[in-house]
């Protein structure tokens, strides 16, 4: 079973190569005349899937349930690759407090978080929520990390014993 399952996947890497076979022009050897030459099938680099399972499953573990937090991670991503300021205002927790050109900004609702979308939304930091791949995002106690830390969510607790969350973004900074 494993030798057919492996002969399957020689022919389909073969079959799927992007360029030509290239022949081992060596001269054989003489204990094997009947074999003209060896054929180098080029196999394409594996392309790293996005495979949610290991970066769900710290999630779980960490900061609760991760449907919830998943959910939240593609609409921001989604928001911000069409560029709609007010679904990403929707998703974070205020009052906002970020850092601009050195200075303390604070946004107080989303409506503030609209009209001041440009000056918080950098282009590197849309760059970082948009090209993050899921599987890639590190997780750990202070929440969900974008990038390099362009931006953070986070569940907020709703009640004392932080049983219930709402899942939020909580940072949009820009990094050096």
């Not at 929520?129 to 202070?142: C, F």
């Amino acid at each position: 079973m494993n030798k057919l399952m492996t002969a399957s996947m020689v022919l389909c890497l073969a079959a799927c190569a992007p360029s030509a076979p290239e022949v081992d022009t060596r001269a054989t050897p003489a204990a094997a005349p009947a074999q003209a030459a060896v054929v180098k099938t080029a196999t394409p680099p594996a392309e790293v899937a996005d495979d949610p399972a290991a970066v769900n499953q710290t999630i779980d573990e960490v900061l609760g349930e991760h449907a919830r937090y998943e959910a939240v991670i593609r609409q921001l991503q989604q928001a911000v690759a069409a560029n709609d300021a007010a679904a990403v205002a929707a998703l974070v927790d205020y009052p906002f407090s970020t850092v601009r050109e050195g200075q303390p900004m604070k946004v107080a609702d989303a409506e503030a978080f609209v009209r001041d979308y440009d000056r918080i939304m950098l282009p590197a930091i849309a760059e970082a929520i948009t090209r993050q791949k899921y599987s890639q995002l590190m997780v750990n106690y202070k929440g969900v990390m974008f990038g390099n830390g362009e931006a953070w969510v986070n569940g907020i607790c709703k009640d004392d014993a932080c049983k219930d969350v709402d899942v939020r973004v909580v940072a949009l900074q820009p990094t050096s």
